[in-house]
């Protein structure tokens, strides 16, 4: 079965600090992987997309790793600020091309920023 | 553009009542899909469209309903609520399918069935 588990479950750092975000996956074959950003209340939005081919992305602040062959991506977040505080959820897509039913998402990390 | 847009925002309901969760699309995308997001969990897929007037079931279909008569619209109908269906439900859509685009969210709607 697929599955996608992120780790920590909850994370509470110090503004203007840096941190780094787990995944691992076991999803196979595999196409992407997204990350996205939910703040409370709100829908998720999308951080990086990266393709099996790629092995990091940059948006921002936020630098997402992706190692394919040991199934393990991170998220890290540079120089932390308060609007960072927001559940992190990993996303990975088993195949591309075909399927409208097939992503698998993580459970999410909780991420506060405090001053 | 709007993006994608969901209402109600919050909703409280007896159990055995019915309602329909609207959803609405201006980016023209084909695909659109329906999540329930539970407490600590990831969200999960209630059912999904490829285009108007194609529907079908993902992981978690029971006790729901959809329809998608328009590109843009794409309702969710809950018949005889249950206090199981407490959740807060995401809307989305991607131009074509999910696996390879990128899908964008609403801002979700926070259901009580009490």
């Known amino acids: 079965k697929n599955q996608v588990e992120q780790s920590p479950q909850s994370l509470i750092i110090l503004e203007g600090k840096n941190c780094t975000l787990q995944c691992n996956y076991t999803v196979s074959p595999f196409s992407n992987l997204r990350w996205y950003k939910q703040d409370t209340g709100r829908g998720p939005v999308s951080l990086t997309i990266?393709?099996?081919?790629?092995n990091t992305k940059s948006n921002g602040r936020y630098t997402a790793t992706l190692d394919a062959d040991t199934k393990q991506s991170s998220l890290h977040i540079t120089a932390s600020q308060l609007s960072d505080s927001a559940s992190y959820i990993c996303v990975v897509s088993p195949y591309s091309g075909g399927g409208a039913d097939g992503l698998t998402f993580g459970k999410g990390t909780h991420l506060i920023i405090q001053p | 553009n709007a993006g994608v847009t969901q209402t109600p925002k919050f909703r409280i309901l007896k159990i055995g009542q019915s309602m329909t969760l609207q959803c609405a699309q201006d980016?023209?995308?084909?695909?659109m899909y329906w999540y329930r997001q539970d407490p600590g969990m990831g969200l999960k897929l209630i059912y999904y469209s490829v285009g108007a007037g194609i529907t079908d079931k993902g992981e978690v279909p029971n006790g729901y309903n959809v329809s998608r008569s328009t590109t843009e619209d794409f309702p969710l109908r809950l018949e005889l609520a249950a206090p199981s269906q407490t959740s807060v439900y995401f809307c989305?859509?991607?131009?074509?399918?999910?696996?390879?685009?990128?899908?964008?969210f609403g801002p979700g709607t926070r259901l009580t069935v009490t």
């Open positions: 980016m023209n995308h084909n695909y």
């Open positions: 990266m393709t099996f081919s790629e």
């Open positions: 989305a859509s991607s131009y074509e399918q999910a696996t390879s685009y990128e899908q964008y």
